[in-house]
């Protein structure tokens, strides 16, 4: 008997750790994990890892409203060709995702697209304004788990302390874009030498930290569950690392840029290195690198952030912030971090599934389990070029990356194969 | 040289060979007919998202006496008012027959990124708080005309050098030409971080005045964000400010520069600007030479 899909030969990661096998898929669900299989179609995965399909905590999808720089079916189709299976799609669409039918409107789109899931998070305060608080009941009874208000802090720290006591008793994760108003006021990129040599008003690593630190505290008086999203300071770091060692419910985020690039980038004046929080010193890339491979640092999240052409060709301060990511995720961290297969899949996949709450998805592989999978070849060489993405406004274009996704399976479908 | 965007981008020689030529185009200045037929067919367009005086007349004077024909572009008349980017803005100055693009804008970069797009010189006539450098080519005529030379001159930059693109270039020039550069500011008026800035650093300028040779003020400039390093302006003025007392206490031979244009009262006291040891106006002479010189050496070969 023929099985539907077979990936052959691949090192494959199961709750056993990683073995040479094939994996057999049938409709929706992996069927067989072992010896060999003969498929209807069979993707060859020699000198590949193959394991749970990614799971991004942190991605611009925007639709509704922005849909000149990404919707969610090209949004979907960059997903699948970067080996994401699921994304959560940050709130900051127009409108924002404040009220329950906007998140079942992207949840509905995401369904008719089909490429991936892509789980809506919800706004913590409406239109994100920081003002009132969001519709938290109906975002939660719509399935959003995760509630931020990506791109700017929560600033008001009594609101955002009835948010997490109003989400800590269901279990809800409050995720935060650290960015104090005041210190990174004006600020286009990492306070530092170069910025002071450039004259461009830079954002301090303090502008995220003292954010964190308050946070933390909140986390310990509300008992809700915290997440940093896209951390980029040792200090932040350190004080994650204290907060979890006294057992407070924390996780962090760290970008793929963030791993990759330091500060120095943005002499190019290149609006592909411009970015909030900025790329900040080598030293606080070296402590993400480190923290990330300890676990220290949960989860990668791209923060993919498309945007039209147009809108790059621009002076930098003019420049909107953020980066496409989705595409280049994998093969960026493989580049520029130690991580072994387990560690891999465990930061792309099963740790932001988790902190997620995001059930069919971060699940090694057995019989039984949602045919949700992603297929690497970690020391594979290509130079990034062109994207699925409708936006091209990404750090690593043009560079050689060792790392390539080769496939992609969702609920059992081939969404995305590498014709090699 | 195909664009002037930074003073870092010239290395010793070329900053001298520019102020060479400045000196012998000053000549050309002071004759009966100020005007040499070197870039007659050409075309400047001037680019100005900034409000400017003196640079903007500068470089359209120099570009005349060339004989060159010059497009003034100004943002509040155009399609920028309409929408039109940068790059679209550019690229239609170019195509209506532009040779040459001089352009100011209020972000880091503009020059460079305009250079980017287009297929002919672009000169950077200031880009936020990062570079301006005829400025500094002027600033560094102007002191070679009065000592012969910066080798060794002590140079002091006094005031709201974070947000000056005249001192980041004039640091980079000065130095380069070997004079001893001192920033003279509050703390929140230097840059956040000086490595990098071949420089000493005083807080003080009644301390070292006594021993400068140049005295250097620059504008204190309430649209760029001067305001915010400050508790208050009188305060600025007691201690930065160059009023006859301070000027009494500089070196004989020592003289006084300012980028204009100048706040009167603030900076230096009213009396002071017209002191025959304030070089203002000469630096604003110089600038047509200096411009005249980057005009040629970009336009002029072909």
């Known amino acids: ?420 | 040289m195909k664009h002037l965007l930074s003073i870092a981008d010239l290395d010793r020689g070329e900053l001298e060979d520019l102020l060479h030529l400045a000196g012998e185009f000053a000549e050309v200045l002071e004759r009966p007919i100020p005007k040499v037929p070197t870039l007659r067919g050409k075309t400047v367009a001037t680019v100005f998202f900034e409000a400017s005086t003196r640079t903007r007349l500068s470089f359209e004077r120099a570009a005349k006496a060339l004989s060159a024909d010059v497009m003034t572009f100004a943002p509040g008349t155009s399609s920028v008012t309409k929408g039109e980017s940068l790059k679209d803005t550019a690229l239609t100055i170019r195509a209506t027959g532009a040779d040459l693009l001089v352009v100011r804008h209020e972000a880091v970069g503009a020059a460079a990124r305009v250079a980017s797009w287009l297929d002919c010189p672009v000169i950077n006539a200031g880009d936020g708080a990062h570079q301006h450098p005829t400025q500094a080519l002027l600033d560094s005529l102007t002191i070679r005309q009065r000592f012969g030379k910066l080798d060794g001159l002590r140079i002091a930059i006094v005031g709201d050098v974070r947000n000056s693109r005249v001192a980041r270039s004039d640091i980079d020039a000065f130095t380069l030409l070997g004079a001893n550069v001192t920033l003279i500011a509050p703390p929140t008026l230097l840059p956040s971080d000086l490595e990098g800035f071949p420089v000493s650093v005083s807080h003080s300028l009644d301390e070292v005045i006594a021993d400068l040779d140049v005295v250097y003020l620059l504008r204190i400039q309430m649209e760029r964000g001067s305001g915010p390093g400050l508790p208050s302006l009188p305060e600025y003025v007691s201690r930065y400010g160059i009023d006859r007392g301070r000027l009494d206490r500089m070196a004989p031979d020592a003289v006084l520069m300012h980028p204009g244009p100048i706040n009167r009262g603030v900076e230096i006291a009213a009396n002071v600007a017209d002191d025959p040891r304030a070089l203002i106006l000469a630096q604003v002479r110089n600038g047509v030479a200096v411009r005249m010189a980057v005009l040629f050496r970009l336009l002029g070969t072909s």
């Open chain 1, 1 to 420: 008997m023929k099985y539907q899909l077979v990936i052959r030969n691949g090192m494959v990661l199961t709750p056993d750790g990683g073995q040479a096998a094939d994996v057999a898929i049938d409709g929706n669900a992996i069927v067989a994990v072992g010896g060999s299989c003969d498929g209807a179609e069979e993707i060859d995965a020699e000198g590949a890892w193959v394991g749970p399909g990614l799971v991004d905590l942190h991605a611009h999808l925007r639709e509704p409203g922005q849909e000149w720089k990404e919707d969610i079916r090209t949004g979907s189709e960059a997903a699948a060709a970067g080996g994401y299976t699921a994304v959560v799609a940050m709130p900051n669409t127009q409108p924002a995702v404040d009220s329950g039918h906007i998140a079942r409107l992207i949840l509905e789109r995401s369904h008719q697209v089909g490429l991936c899931e892509v789980v809506p998070a919800g706004s913590i305060t409406m239109g994100r304004e920081g003002a009132l608080l969001s519709h938290l009941d109906e975002l939660w009874e719509a399935g959003v788990r995760v509630f931020t208000d990506d791109g700017d802090s929560v600033h008001d720290a009594g609101l955002l302390r009835v948010a997490m006591e109003y989400l800590a008793d269901r279990g809800a994760v409050v995720a935060q874009h650290a960015e104090d108003r005041a210190l990174g006021a004006g600020g286009h990129m990492h306070e530092g030498s170069l910025s002071s040599r450039l004259g461009m008003k830079g954002i301090p690593a303090e502008a995220e930290e003292v954010v964190v630190a308050r946070d933390l505290a909140l986390t310990r008086l509300t008992g809700c569950r915290y997440h940093v999203q896209h951390v980029s300071s040792a200090l932040s770091i350190g004080l994650v690392g204290t907060a979890k060692a006294a057992g407070l419910p924390v996780t962090a985020e760290v970008t793929p840029h963030h791993l990759a690039f330091d500060d120095s980038a943005v002499g190019s004046l290149d609006p592909a290195f411009k970015m909030y929080p900025p790329l900040r010193s080598s030293t606080d890339r070296g402590e993400l690198r480190a923290a990330l491979s300890s676990g220290l640092i949960d989860a990668v999240a791209t923060d993919h952030a498309p945007h039209s052409a147009f809108e790059t060709e621009v002076p930098f301060e003019e420049a909107p912030r953020g980066v496409i990511g989705l595409e280049t995720s994998a093969a960026a961290v493989l580049t520029y971090c130690h991580l072994d297969q387990a560690g891999f899949f465990d930061r792309l996949s099963v740790a932001p599934a988790r902190i997620g709450q995001i059930a069919r998805q971060g699940r090694l592989l057995a019989p039984g389990e949602p045919a949700n999978l992603t297929v690497i070849a970690p020391a594979e060489e290509w130079t990034v070029d062109g994207f699925r993405s409708k936006a091209e406004n990404s750090p690593f274009r043009s560079l050689t990356l060792t790392g390539r996704v080769r496939a992609t399976v969702f609920e059992g479908r081939l969404v995305h194969a590498l014709v090699s």
